[in-house]
Nanobody
Framework: QVQLVESGGGLVQAGGSLRLSCARS????????MGWFRQAPGKEREFVAA????????VYADSVKGRFTISRDNSKNTVFLQMNSLKPEDTALYYC?????????????????WGQGTQVTVSS
């Protein structure tokens, strides 16, 4: 069994920064891509960013390009999301997800494991 646990969320003023972390535990995974998604109340789950196993290939939603950076430390089984220049519209529950292949995808159904989310609230 694989478990993903997000942390680092909180309340921040617009223009501020947060770093989210997602730690994996349980069954060891060989190679896997990781992604971040977010969901606001009444909205569909939205792709934010994803990174390949190597950590060298990453993709971002247009809404966060230039502000967010995804990275990973495979030796520590952790993926990060550095969020800068936060805006009120970034407010959501942020989820990390693992995909059991090298390459990432922007489609939620392409991921096999999900964390329970960490809340990010950005005040104006």
């Amino acid at each position: 069994q694989v478990q993903l646990v997000e942390s680092g969320g909180g309340l921040v003023q617009a223009g501020g920064s947060l770093r989210l972390s997602c730690a994996r535990s349980g069954r060891t995974l060989s190679t896997y891509a990781m992604g971040w998604f977010r969901q606001a109340p009444g909205k569909e789950r939205e792709f934010v960013a994803a990174v390949s196993w190597s950590g060298t290939n990453s993709v971002y939603a247009d809404s966060v390009k230039g502000r967010f950076t995804i990275s990973r430390d495979n030796s520590k089984n952790t993926v990060f999301l550095q969020m800068n220049s936060l805006k009120p519209e970034d407010t959501a529950l942020y989820y990390c997800a693992a995909r059991m292949v090298l390459a990432s995808t922007q489609i939620p159904s392409g991921y096999d494991y999900w964390g329970q989310g960490t809340q990010v609230t950005v005040s104006s």
